[in-house]
């Protein structure tokens, strides 16, 4: 069983990191070891959805995996899932790639440069398909996720994408993830924990470290009980 752990920076990843065996470094933000029998690489891309997409698809045209398993912590725009939340993202969508209209948002769509239900996307949203995994991850909340460049941190901005999108978590990686393996037929899952509320801007109010101690717990479970 080989499993590619992608994450846009080491620090999320850092606790599943240092519980494998014989781990090694290999060089531009790629490391390697083992949980077991199961082969598990790191690939540490950056933060971004460029850096990620970049990274991710010169890795997945060198070699292959049986399962891509993006990770990282999030911000959620509902109440119902707080700091230390580890969701499951079912699907991905921009959330600021486009134009503004005076003082509203057009999105790709709405400009017409994209029509709804393009290949890879489902309306305005790409969709994870599932695969032989995905009964593994049916016991995390299913959550719709929004990848921006810049996160949200202004009331009227926030209020605006909810209405827009009805979002659930927002990242700066998915949607570069989801459109890699989509498009080339990678079996994929997405892994998130819950860091802050999508709020205006409150850092005091952000649990970091809980939301990666809670993550890092539910990836070392799904590693060790997934077979092939």
């Known amino acids: ?51 990620t997409a970049e990274s991710l698809n010169r890795r997945l045209m060198s070699s292959s995996w049986d399962l891509v398993l993006n990770v990282g912590i999030c911000g959620s725009f509902s109440r119902e899932f707080k700091p230390g939340t580890v969701v499951s993202i079912a699907s991905e969508t921009w959330g600021d790639l486009g134009a503004e209209d005076h003082d509203r948002f057009l999105d790709l769509f709405d400009l ?21 995994f995905s009964t593994f991850f049916s016991r995390f909340p299913q959550v719709r996720g929004l990848t921006v460049n810049k996160a949200h941190g202004n009331r009227e901005s926030i209020d605006q994408c909810i209405k827009k999108y009805k979002p659930d978590v927002e990242s ?8 890699s393996c989509i498009s080339l037929g990678v079996n994929f899952q997405s892994l998130r924990s819950i860091s802050n509320f999508v709020e205006p801007r409150n850092r005091s109010a952000w649990d970091t470290a809980t939301a990666i101690r809670n993550l890092s717990a539910e990836i070392n479970k799904i590693i060790c009980v997934i077979r092939k």
Do not use: Q
């Open 112 to 132: 017409g440069m994209l029509n709804r239900g393009e290949e890879p996307y489902t309306g305005t949203e790409l969709i994870n398909p599932g695969g032989a």
């Open 172 to 179: 700066m990686e998915g949607i570069a993830v989801f459109s």
């Open 1 to 51: 069983m080989k499993i590619l752990l992608v994450s846009a920076t080491y620090k999320e990843i850092e606790e599943v990191a240092g519980t494998l065996e014989n781990s090694k470094s290999l060089g531009e933000g790629f490391y390697r070891g083992f949980a077991g029998m199961n082969l598990v690489d790191i690939l540490i891309t950056g933060v971004g959805a460029m850096a």
